[in-house]
Every structure is written in structure tokens, then in C-alpha cells.
């Protein structure tokens, strides 16, 4: 119960990695704020853990953003998860689609950690943790989402920097490929199904799977814990191995 009398929000808290962090969280004694586009979602994630509400947010919209975080008040930790992909190649990839990736992976991140820092300096306590990618480092037809990524990266070493004086770590965690409803959908896109597609990975991954959203959830609720008082402005991989 490492987060027994602590306030976790999770955004993109309705699906794969989100809705597994925020039941961990929740297992942990965590109340647990679950934040999605779709508030039907969030509040069906929401009611299979005890004590948590869900609210529908477009994380990309500031007064969205800043009406829920005032709504929600005490926040001790913050889980920025929050993604979309729109894959393409360079020379084919729509401007709205470039947009879009970067709004929706980067800019709300920003936004949510301007909102949830209102209430944590005063507190002199907080946990952030952005979903960073492998994607970070390059990959081919994914220029909006690797540039999106590779700059969660940058913010979260700096705000570590700007929010450090007042007790409030802030880390990333980088997973690699992960069996989620995004990866699902990639595969499909691809002409692929999921199942192929995985075992195309796994064969090029060293642990020779792919991960599981429990397994990034896990790393997640570390980084998010007082375990991990000491650790700040890192970024994480969670990848198999892969390199």
C-alpha cells in the first residue's frame, strides 16, 4: 500500500498501458483519477478500482486541462500517458497528421504538468512520470511520433531541473513494443494482425517476447513511488533488451 493517502491521475487512463498503471496504482492504495478523451471509457476503467473516479478530458485543450486539475484538487501524483500515433513517411505524412502526434504526445504533457504543479510547490511534494517511447530514438515512419517522443525526453529533464527545489521528481518511462490496442492497430495497418505481428518482434527482441502493459505499469509505480525519492530527470527503457 505504497500509495495509501496519495492522489494519482492518469491520462489516456482508459486503454493498455494507462488502464494498467492506473489499477496498479489503485491496488497500491492509491485514489486514483482517471482522465480520457472518451468519459464513458474512463469511468468504466474507473469503476473496477475501488475509490477512483473517471472524467472525459481533451488533454490537448488548456482550459479542459486546467478546469479538471482545479476539479480534481490534491494531486500527489501524475502519470502523463496520453498518445496517439498517425504513421506515415516523410514525404507522405499530412501536415494535420504531424499536428495532431505532437499535440496530443507532447504539448498536453506540457499543459498537465503546468497544472498539476499549481498544487504540488505549494505542497512541496510531487511524482510525475511521461510516457517517453523507444520510438524516441528513430523509426522509420514514425517522424510526428519520434520527434513527439524524443521531446518528452527533453521537457521531462527539464522540468526535473525547474521542479526539483520543491520535492517533486519528474521521469519518463521509454517502453518498447507492447502488446496494447496502438499496437494492435499498427499492425492492422500494416496488413498484419496482431498475434503476426508480435511474433515478428518478439523474434528480434532479446527476451524474445514482446512486453505486456503490466510489465511498463510496474516501472511506472516505481518512478511514482517514494522508493524512487532519489531518481529524477531519468528516462527509462523498457524494451526487452532491444537495442
Known amino acids: 500500500m505504497r500509495f495509501e493517502g496519495r492522489t494519482a491521475v492518469v491520462t489516456g487512463g482508459a486503454q493498455g498501458i494507462g488502464a494498467a498503471t492506473a489499477r496498479m496504482l489503485g491496488e497500491q492504495g492509491a485514489t486514483v483519477v482517471v482522465l480520457d478523451l472518451d468519459e464513458s471509457r474512463s469511468r468504466k476503467v474507473a469503476g473496477e478500482i475501488p475509490g477512483a473516479v473517471g472524467h472525459g478530458c481533451d488533454v490537448t485543450d488548456k482550459e479542459q486541462v486546467d478546469a479538471v486539475f482545479e476539479r480534481i484538487g490534491r494531486i500527489d501524483v501524475l502519470v502523463n500517458n496520453a ?43 510531487g511524482r510525475i512520470v511521461n510516457l517517453s517511447s523507444r520510438s524516441a530514438l528513430g523509426n ?72 505486456q502493459p503490466e510489465e511498463v505499469a510496474a516501472v511506472i509505480a516505481f518512478l511514482a513511488s517514494d522508493e524512487a525519492s532519489y531518481v529524477s530527470g531519468q528516462t527509462l527503457y523498457v524494451n526487452g533488451g532491444a537495442r
Open 83 to 125: 498518445g496517439i500515433t498517425r504513421d506515415n513517411l516523410l514525404f507522405k505524412m499530412p501536415f494535420d497528421e504531424w499536428n495532431a502526434v505532437l499535440t496530443t504526445n507532447l504539448t498536453s504533457m506540457f499543459l498537465c504538468c503546468q497544472a498539476a504543479q499549481k498544487v504540488m510547490v505549494p505542497a512541496r511534494y
Open 140 to 211: 522509420r515512419g514514425q517522424a510526428n511520433y519520434s520527434a513527439a517522443k524524443a521531446g518528452v525526453q527533453g521537457l521531462t529533464a527539464t522540468l526535473a531541473i525547474e521542479l526539483g527545489p520543491y520535492n517533486i521528481t519528474v521521469n519518463a518511462v521509454a517502453p518498447g513494443y507492447i502488446a496494447t490496442p496502438m499496437t494492435a492497430a499498427t499492425a492492422e495497418r500494416v496488413g498484419s494482425t496482431p498475434q503476426e505481428h508480435q511474433a515478428q518482434v518478439a523474434e528480434r527482441t532479446p527476451l524474445r517476447r514482446v512486453g
